[in-house]
Protein backbone atom coordinates (compact mmCIF):
# COMPACT_ATOMS: atom_id res chain seq x y z
CA UNK A 1 0.00 0.00 0.00
CA UNK A 2 2.69 2.49 1.06
CA UNK A 3 4.79 1.46 -2.27
CA UNK A 4 1.72 2.68 -4.45
CA UNK A 5 0.85 6.04 -2.28
CA UNK A 6 4.68 6.67 -3.45
CA UNK A 7 4.18 5.63 -6.87
CA UNK A 8 0.77 8.02 -6.94
CA UNK A 9 2.60 10.85 -5.63
CA UNK A 10 5.53 10.36 -8.15
CA UNK A 11 3.16 10.26 -10.56
CA UNK A 12 1.54 13.29 -9.39
CA UNK A 13 5.10 15.15 -9.08
CA UNK A 14 5.62 14.67 -12.93
CA UNK A 15 1.81 15.77 -13.97
CA UNK A 16 2.80 18.42 -12.41
CA UNK A 17 5.83 19.41 -13.65
CA UNK A 18 4.91 18.27 -16.96
CA UNK A 19 2.01 20.92 -16.52
CA UNK A 20 4.49 23.50 -15.14
CA UNK A 21 7.03 22.87 -18.77
CA UNK A 22 3.92 23.50 -21.13
CA UNK A 23 3.35 27.15 -18.83
CA UNK A 24 6.43 27.80 -19.55
CA UNK A 25 6.39 27.27 -23.37
CA UNK A 26 3.75 29.21 -23.89
CA UNK A 27 5.62 32.16 -23.39
CA UNK A 28 7.32 30.99 -26.74
CA UNK A 29 6.07 31.49 -30.27
CA UNK A 30 3.47 29.20 -31.38
CA UNK A 31 4.75 26.19 -33.83
CA UNK A 32 2.83 27.31 -37.10
CA UNK A 33 0.01 25.93 -38.13
CA UNK A 34 0.53 26.61 -41.80
CA UNK A 35 3.54 27.53 -43.95
CA UNK A 36 2.43 29.46 -47.07
CA UNK A 37 4.41 30.54 -50.32
CA UNK A 38 3.28 33.79 -51.67
CA UNK A 39 5.00 34.46 -55.46
CA UNK A 40 6.29 37.98 -56.17
CA UNK A 41 8.11 38.73 -59.49
CA UNK A 42 9.35 41.87 -58.61
CA UNK A 43 12.83 43.11 -56.40
CA UNK A 44 13.01 42.93 -53.12
CA UNK A 45 13.05 46.60 -52.64
CA UNK A 46 9.60 47.31 -55.23
CA UNK A 47 6.07 48.60 -53.54
CA UNK A 48 4.18 45.17 -54.01
CA UNK A 49 7.48 43.31 -52.58
CA UNK A 50 7.16 45.53 -49.78
CA UNK A 51 3.20 45.00 -49.97
CA UNK A 52 3.84 41.21 -49.69
CA UNK A 53 6.12 41.56 -46.35
CA UNK A 54 3.89 43.77 -44.43
CA UNK A 55 0.91 41.15 -45.71
CA UNK A 56 2.98 38.81 -44.36
CA UNK A 57 3.72 40.32 -41.28
CA UNK A 58 0.42 41.50 -40.60
CA UNK A 59 -1.17 38.21 -41.03
CA UNK A 60 1.75 36.28 -38.80
CA UNK A 61 0.61 39.54 -36.15
CA UNK A 62 -2.88 38.59 -36.41
CA UNK A 63 -2.53 34.76 -35.77
CA UNK A 64 -0.27 35.08 -33.30
CA UNK A 65 2.22 33.22 -35.16
CA UNK A 66 -0.39 30.24 -36.63
CA UNK A 67 -0.12 31.26 -39.90
CA UNK A 68 3.31 31.93 -41.75
CA UNK A 69 3.08 33.50 -45.06
CA UNK A 70 7.24 33.15 -46.70
CA UNK A 71 7.59 35.55 -49.69
CA UNK A 72 9.55 34.52 -52.78
CA UNK A 73 10.49 37.63 -54.36
CA UNK A 74 12.15 38.29 -57.74
CA UNK A 75 10.25 35.52 -59.90
CA UNK A 76 12.03 32.52 -58.11
CA UNK A 77 8.74 30.65 -58.10
CA UNK A 78 8.47 31.34 -61.80
CA UNK A 79 7.03 33.74 -64.20
CA UNK A 80 3.17 35.19 -63.46
CA UNK A 81 1.82 32.90 -65.52
CA UNK A 82 3.36 29.75 -64.38
CA UNK A 83 2.88 30.74 -60.86
CA UNK A 84 -0.87 31.08 -61.51
CA UNK A 85 -1.24 28.00 -63.48
CA UNK A 86 0.65 26.56 -60.00
CA UNK A 87 -2.06 28.43 -57.62
CA UNK A 88 -5.02 26.54 -59.75
CA UNK A 89 -3.86 23.26 -58.13
CA UNK A 90 -2.15 24.63 -54.41
CA UNK A 91 1.62 24.61 -55.36
CA UNK A 92 1.67 28.00 -54.96
CA UNK A 93 -0.42 29.39 -52.02
CA UNK A 94 -0.54 33.35 -52.37
CA UNK A 95 0.59 35.57 -55.05
CA UNK A 96 0.71 38.96 -56.36
CA UNK A 97 -0.01 39.61 -60.51
CA UNK A 98 -0.42 41.53 -62.94
CA UNK A 99 -3.97 41.85 -64.56
CA UNK A 100 -2.57 41.47 -67.86
CA UNK A 101 -1.84 37.53 -67.79
CA UNK A 102 -4.21 37.14 -64.36
CA UNK A 103 -6.89 38.00 -67.54
CA UNK A 104 -6.03 35.02 -69.52
CA UNK A 105 -7.61 33.02 -66.56
CA UNK A 106 -10.56 35.15 -65.56
CA UNK A 107 -11.27 37.13 -69.22
CA UNK A 108 -13.75 39.86 -67.39
CA UNK A 109 -10.57 41.25 -66.26
CA UNK A 110 -9.81 42.37 -69.28
CA UNK A 111 -12.28 45.21 -68.77
CA UNK A 112 -10.55 47.05 -66.16
CA UNK A 113 -7.28 47.35 -68.05
CA UNK A 114 -8.94 48.67 -71.51
CA UNK A 115 -6.42 51.66 -73.02
CA UNK A 116 -7.03 54.71 -72.24
CA UNK A 117 -10.18 53.76 -69.76
CA UNK A 118 -9.25 56.17 -66.87
CA UNK A 119 -9.09 59.87 -66.82
CA UNK A 120 -5.87 59.15 -64.05
CA UNK A 121 -5.25 57.65 -61.07
CA UNK A 122 -7.99 58.86 -58.95
CA UNK A 123 -10.32 57.48 -61.51
CA UNK A 124 -9.11 53.77 -61.38
CA UNK A 125 -8.71 54.07 -57.55
CA UNK A 126 -12.32 55.32 -57.32
CA UNK A 127 -13.97 52.35 -59.57
CA UNK A 128 -11.42 49.99 -57.97
CA UNK A 129 -12.28 50.69 -54.17
CA UNK A 130 -16.01 51.12 -54.89
CA UNK A 131 -18.69 48.64 -56.00
CA UNK A 132 -17.25 47.88 -59.00
CA UNK A 133 -13.92 46.88 -58.02
CA UNK A 134 -15.71 44.54 -55.68
CA UNK A 135 -17.85 42.98 -58.04
CA UNK A 136 -14.49 42.07 -59.62
CA UNK A 137 -12.76 40.85 -56.75
CA UNK A 138 -16.01 38.28 -56.07
CA UNK A 139 -15.96 37.04 -59.89
CA UNK A 140 -13.53 34.74 -59.65
CA UNK A 141 -15.73 31.42 -59.40
CA UNK A 142 -14.72 28.47 -61.35
CA UNK A 143 -10.65 29.67 -61.60
CA UNK A 144 -9.09 28.56 -58.57
CA UNK A 145 -8.62 31.23 -57.49
CA UNK A 146 -9.48 33.83 -54.86
CA UNK A 147 -9.01 37.54 -55.25
CA UNK A 148 -7.74 39.40 -51.99
CA UNK A 149 -7.01 43.15 -53.06
CA UNK A 150 -5.73 45.26 -55.35
CA UNK A 151 -2.34 46.90 -55.59
CA UNK A 152 -1.25 50.13 -57.58
CA UNK A 153 0.96 49.63 -60.81
CA UNK A 154 0.46 53.11 -62.02
CA UNK A 155 0.23 53.70 -65.81
CA UNK A 156 2.40 52.37 -68.16
CA UNK A 157 4.07 53.77 -71.28
CA UNK A 158 5.73 53.03 -74.24
CA UNK A 159 10.07 52.58 -74.89
CA UNK A 160 12.35 51.85 -77.21
CA UNK A 161 15.61 51.08 -78.04
CA UNK A 162 16.19 52.57 -81.54
CA UNK A 163 14.33 55.25 -82.03
CA UNK A 164 12.09 57.68 -80.27
CA UNK A 165 8.51 57.43 -80.09
CA UNK A 166 6.35 60.69 -80.96
CA UNK A 167 3.85 60.17 -83.33
CA UNK A 168 1.52 56.95 -83.66
CA UNK A 169 3.68 56.50 -87.23
CA UNK A 170 6.39 55.34 -85.26
CA UNK A 171 4.94 52.21 -83.93
CA UNK A 172 4.46 50.83 -87.47
CA UNK A 173 6.54 47.62 -87.82
CA UNK A 174 8.05 48.09 -84.51
CA UNK A 175 8.74 44.60 -82.71
CA UNK A 176 7.13 45.88 -78.80
CA UNK A 177 7.32 43.35 -76.29
CA UNK A 178 3.64 42.69 -74.31
CA UNK A 179 2.79 40.94 -71.29
CA UNK A 180 1.77 37.75 -72.02
CA UNK A 181 -1.88 38.32 -72.69
CA UNK A 182 -4.05 38.27 -75.81
CA UNK A 183 -5.59 41.94 -75.23
CA UNK A 184 -2.28 43.08 -75.34
CA UNK A 185 -1.45 41.78 -77.94
CA UNK A 186 -4.68 43.14 -79.61
CA UNK A 187 -3.49 46.77 -78.32
CA UNK A 188 -0.07 46.27 -80.36
CA UNK A 189 -1.69 45.75 -83.95
CA UNK A 190 -4.48 48.12 -83.22
CA UNK A 191 -1.61 50.20 -83.50
CA UNK A 192 0.20 49.01 -86.25
CA UNK A 193 2.96 47.33 -83.99
CA UNK A 194 4.13 43.99 -84.28
CA UNK A 195 3.55 42.17 -80.60
CA UNK A 196 5.88 40.55 -79.07
CA UNK A 197 4.41 38.52 -75.82
CA UNK A 198 7.39 37.43 -73.19
CA UNK A 199 7.87 36.78 -69.42
CA UNK A 200 8.92 40.16 -67.60
CA UNK A 201 12.22 38.34 -66.70
CA UNK A 202 13.39 37.97 -70.51
CA UNK A 203 12.71 41.55 -71.76
CA UNK A 204 15.95 43.00 -70.85
CA UNK A 205 18.20 40.49 -72.74
CA UNK A 206 15.47 40.43 -75.89
CA UNK A 207 16.33 44.90 -75.65
CA UNK A 208 19.75 43.82 -75.72
CA UNK A 209 19.80 41.62 -78.53
CA UNK A 210 17.47 43.21 -80.41
CA UNK A 211 14.89 40.70 -80.61
CA UNK A 212 12.81 43.25 -79.81
CA UNK A 213 12.32 47.09 -80.49
CA UNK A 214 10.77 47.98 -77.14
CA UNK A 215 8.61 47.19 -74.73
CA UNK A 216 6.09 49.52 -72.38
CA UNK A 217 5.76 50.07 -68.68
CA UNK A 218 5.37 52.08 -65.35
CA UNK A 219 8.21 53.94 -64.12
CA UNK A 220 9.16 51.68 -61.42
CA UNK A 221 9.08 48.98 -63.31
CA UNK A 222 11.49 50.61 -66.28
CA UNK A 223 14.01 51.92 -63.89
CA UNK A 224 13.72 48.82 -61.22
CA UNK A 225 15.07 46.34 -64.29
CA UNK A 226 17.26 48.79 -65.62
CA UNK A 227 15.25 48.72 -68.79
CA UNK A 228 16.62 52.12 -69.24
CA UNK A 229 20.14 51.33 -69.98
CA UNK A 230 19.46 49.19 -73.16
CA UNK A 231 16.34 51.10 -73.73
CA UNK A 232 16.63 54.85 -74.05
CA UNK A 233 13.71 56.12 -75.34
CA UNK A 234 10.76 56.31 -73.23
CA UNK A 235 7.46 58.11 -74.37
CA UNK A 236 5.07 58.88 -71.82
CA UNK A 237 1.67 58.58 -73.63
CA UNK A 238 -0.29 56.69 -70.50
CA UNK A 239 -1.69 54.31 -72.58
CA UNK A 240 -3.07 51.60 -69.99
CA UNK A 241 -3.21 51.33 -66.09
CA UNK A 242 -2.79 47.86 -65.44
CA UNK A 243 -3.61 47.08 -61.55
CA UNK A 244 -2.63 44.28 -59.88
CA UNK A 245 -3.79 41.50 -57.60
CA UNK A 246 -3.24 39.49 -54.34
CA UNK A 247 -4.22 35.96 -54.66
CA UNK A 248 -4.79 33.10 -52.71
CA UNK A 249 -5.14 29.42 -54.45
CA UNK A 250 -8.46 28.36 -53.75
CA UNK A 251 -7.32 24.65 -52.61
CA UNK A 252 -5.27 27.00 -49.70
CA UNK A 253 -8.34 28.94 -49.28
CA UNK A 254 -10.54 25.71 -48.62
CA UNK A 255 -8.00 24.74 -46.01
CA UNK A 256 -8.77 27.83 -43.98
CA UNK A 257 -11.45 28.51 -41.07
CA UNK A 258 -13.62 31.06 -41.68
CA UNK A 259 -11.88 33.27 -38.61
CA UNK A 260 -8.32 33.11 -40.57
CA UNK A 261 -10.01 34.14 -43.92
CA UNK A 262 -11.36 37.29 -42.26
CA UNK A 263 -8.04 37.84 -41.19
CA UNK A 264 -6.56 37.46 -44.11
CA UNK A 265 -9.09 39.41 -46.33
CA UNK A 266 -8.07 42.29 -43.66
CA UNK A 267 -4.56 42.34 -43.64
CA UNK A 268 -4.41 41.87 -47.28
CA UNK A 269 -6.17 45.23 -47.77
CA UNK A 270 -4.10 46.82 -45.14
CA UNK A 271 -0.97 45.56 -47.10
CA UNK A 272 -2.95 47.70 -50.40
CA UNK A 273 -3.40 50.81 -48.63
CA UNK A 274 0.55 50.44 -47.51
CA UNK A 275 1.51 49.56 -51.22
CA UNK A 276 -0.52 52.02 -52.66
CA UNK A 277 1.32 54.75 -50.58
CA UNK A 278 4.61 53.31 -51.53
CA UNK A 279 3.61 53.13 -54.85
CA UNK A 280 3.54 57.43 -55.30
CA UNK A 281 6.56 57.95 -53.72
CA UNK A 282 8.63 54.99 -56.06
CA UNK A 283 6.68 56.54 -59.27
CA UNK A 284 8.45 59.66 -58.71
CA UNK A 285 11.85 58.60 -57.62
CA UNK A 286 12.25 56.33 -60.44
CA UNK A 287 11.23 58.68 -62.90
CA UNK A 288 13.96 61.33 -61.27
CA UNK A 289 16.59 58.68 -61.51
CA UNK A 290 15.76 57.28 -65.17
CA UNK A 291 16.13 61.13 -66.25
CA UNK A 292 19.47 61.47 -64.70
CA UNK A 293 20.75 59.02 -66.51
CA UNK A 294 20.34 61.00 -69.50
CA UNK A 295 17.80 59.05 -71.10
CA UNK A 296 15.05 60.80 -73.41
CA UNK A 297 11.69 60.85 -72.50
CA UNK A 298 9.01 61.88 -74.86
CA UNK A 299 5.81 63.90 -73.74
CA UNK A 300 3.17 62.75 -75.95
CA UNK A 301 1.14 66.00 -76.62
CA UNK A 302 -2.38 66.06 -76.56
CA UNK A 303 -3.42 65.63 -79.90
CA UNK A 304 -1.03 62.88 -80.64
CA UNK A 305 -2.30 61.30 -77.69
CA UNK A 306 -5.86 61.41 -79.26
CA UNK A 307 -4.94 59.80 -82.09
CA UNK A 308 -3.46 57.07 -80.20
CA UNK A 309 -6.45 56.73 -78.45
CA UNK A 310 -8.38 56.57 -81.39
CA UNK A 311 -6.38 54.05 -83.27
CA UNK A 312 -7.57 51.45 -80.04
CA UNK A 313 -11.22 52.36 -79.75
CA UNK A 314 -12.16 49.31 -81.89
CA UNK A 315 -10.81 46.92 -79.27
CA UNK A 316 -13.89 48.01 -76.94
CA UNK A 317 -16.03 46.05 -79.37
CA UNK A 318 -13.70 42.84 -80.04
CA UNK A 319 -12.93 42.64 -76.58
CA UNK A 320 -15.69 43.97 -74.60
CA UNK A 321 -18.84 43.44 -76.26
CA UNK A 322 -20.38 41.54 -73.48
CA UNK A 323 -19.27 44.48 -71.02
CA UNK A 324 -20.77 47.14 -72.19
CA UNK A 325 -22.64 48.18 -68.80
CA UNK A 326 -20.01 47.94 -67.00
CA UNK A 327 -17.67 49.69 -69.25
CA UNK A 328 -20.23 52.46 -69.07
CA UNK A 329 -20.57 53.21 -65.48
CA UNK A 330 -16.42 52.70 -65.32
CA UNK A 331 -16.13 55.70 -67.26
CA UNK A 332 -19.76 57.71 -65.44
CA UNK A 333 -17.26 57.44 -62.52
CA UNK A 334 -14.33 59.70 -64.15
CA UNK A 335 -17.17 62.30 -64.91
C1 LIG B 1 4.66 45.29 -64.10
C2 LIG B 1 4.02 44.36 -63.11
C3 LIG B 1 4.61 42.97 -63.19
C4 LIG B 1 4.58 42.46 -64.61
C5 LIG B 1 5.26 43.45 -65.51
C6 LIG B 1 5.30 43.01 -66.97
O1 LIG B 1 5.98 45.51 -63.76
O2 LIG B 1 4.21 44.85 -61.81
O3 LIG B 1 3.91 42.12 -62.36
O4 LIG B 1 5.20 41.21 -64.71
O5 LIG B 1 4.62 44.70 -65.40
O6 LIG B 1 5.34 43.87 -67.82
O7 LIG B 1 5.32 41.80 -67.22
Known amino acids: MKIKTAALF ?6 LAACGGRKEDQTKAVDPEYVFTYAENQAEDYP ?96 DLVALSWYDAGARNFYSSTKPITKLEDMKGM ?31 ALQTGIIDGAENNWPSYESTAHYEVAKYYTIDEHTR ?7 S ?25 ERKLWEERERTSEEKVRA ?12 KARFQEAVTSMYGKYCAEYVDVIDAIVAEGK
Open 48 to 143: TTQGAYKFAELVEEKTGGRIVISVNAQGVLGDEKTVIEQMQFGGVDFARVSLSPLAEFVPRLNVLQMPYLYTGREHMWKVLDGEIGDDFLNSFDGS
Open 10 to 15: VFAMVI
Open 242 to 248: VPELQLV
Open 293 to 304: TGCQVVELPPEE
Open 175 to 205: KIRVQESELMVGMMEALGATAVPMAYDKVYS
Open 250 to 274: QATWEKLKQEDRDIIRECAQESSRY
